[in-house]
């Protein structure tokens, strides 16, 4: 895309799994829980607000009022817990759509509250709706298909992934271009129809490689089978089932630290050849 306004690009603020894992073994990738920023044009989508989401909302104060639209891909901790540290959400006049699925055990606007009821936080959801920025939820089915944006210029598209108490996958497409989010799934013992349906031809993929094939088949311990995560083998072999044109592993374990990491990467690039990591703090642009 020639012209800066038109750009379809991400940042990576959250690349991590399960639980924030700091320190100097995580420099490279990251500590920070799964967040990602999404900029078509000049606007703002946001993937998962996990811990990441923290930083991001530290730059957004530069930008209000901010409008942006919040894609939660399930209810996880790691994926909701940076909500009550967003400080754009204290601000008057910024504006937030949150969207989740209709289908979860509990609606997206109560399970944001929960985490927020005393004693765990001592501003509530209800609070922070009344002082803060105008927040609606939308819970939407698995396979709708809606636009968002100022002009509905920008298509996304769900689909339900492999993963305990379920999790969404989107397809974000701009401009003629695309972007997949397929994090918490667990594409084995062979890709998952319904994801290589949904990323066929995109430009870009992110997706789970929590587990090496070690961890996952339990060569050394407990198998990890069914927990709802992905190797960098089975995320490699969905991009070429889906004839993508880039890869990036993400949601790393918080017990892998960077030199695994790079290991995990290099075994995905032997299969799908242009493979990175997600790594906290960088960006590319599609």
């Known amino acids: 895309m020639s012209e800066m306004a038109d750009r379809f690009w991400i940042r990576f603020w959250g690349t991590r799994g399960s639980i924030p894992a700091p320190g100097p073994r995580t420099l490279k990738y990251g500590g920070n829980t799964s967040c990602v920023e999404v900029r078509c044009g000049n606007e703002l989508i946001i993937l998962d607000a996990g811990t ?4 991001l909302g530290t730059k957004l104060l530069k930008e209000t009022p901010t409008k942006a639209s919040i894609l939660f891909s399930h209810m996880h901790w790691d994926h909701i817990q940076g909500i009550p540290f967003f400080r754009p959400a204290y ?3 910024n504006e937030f ?15 944001l509250k929960s985490q927020m009821q005393s004693p765990s936080f001592p501003v509530t959801l209800e609070e922070l709706n009344e002082i803060g920025a105008q927040m609606e939820y939308i819970d939407i089915d698995a396979g709708t298909v809606f636009r968002v944006g100022s ?9 339900e992934l492999h993963h305990p108490n379920k999790a969404f996958g989107f397809r974000i497409e701009y401009g003629g271009e695309s972007l997949i989010y397929a994090t918490d799934t667990e594409s084995l013992p ?11 031809g995109a430009d870009l993929l992110i997706h789970d490689a929590q587990y090496t094939a070690e961890e996952y088949q339990g ?5 990890k089978d069914v927990w709802g995560h992905s190797t960098p083998e089975a995320a490699a072999a969905v991009a070429l089932a889906a004839n993508v044109k880039r890869l990036v592993l993400f949601h790393h374990d918080p017990y892998h630290d960077d030199v695994q990491i790079d290991q995990m990467a290099q075994t995905a690039s032997a299969i799908f050849p242009n493979t990175t990591a997600a790594a906290e703090g960088t960006s590319m642009e599609l």
């Open 91 to 93: 601000v008057p006049g």
């Open 97 to 111: 759509k949150l969207y989740g699925n209709k289908n979860w055990n509990t609606k997206l606007e109560y399970a």
């Open 190 to 200: 062979k890709p998952d129809k319904k994801l290589v349906e949904l990323a066929s």
């Open 151 to 159: 002009a509905d210029q920008i298509t996304i598209q769900s689909v």
């Open 219 to 223: 060569l050394r311990k407990d198998s």
């Open 52 to 55: 990441g989401i923290r930083n």
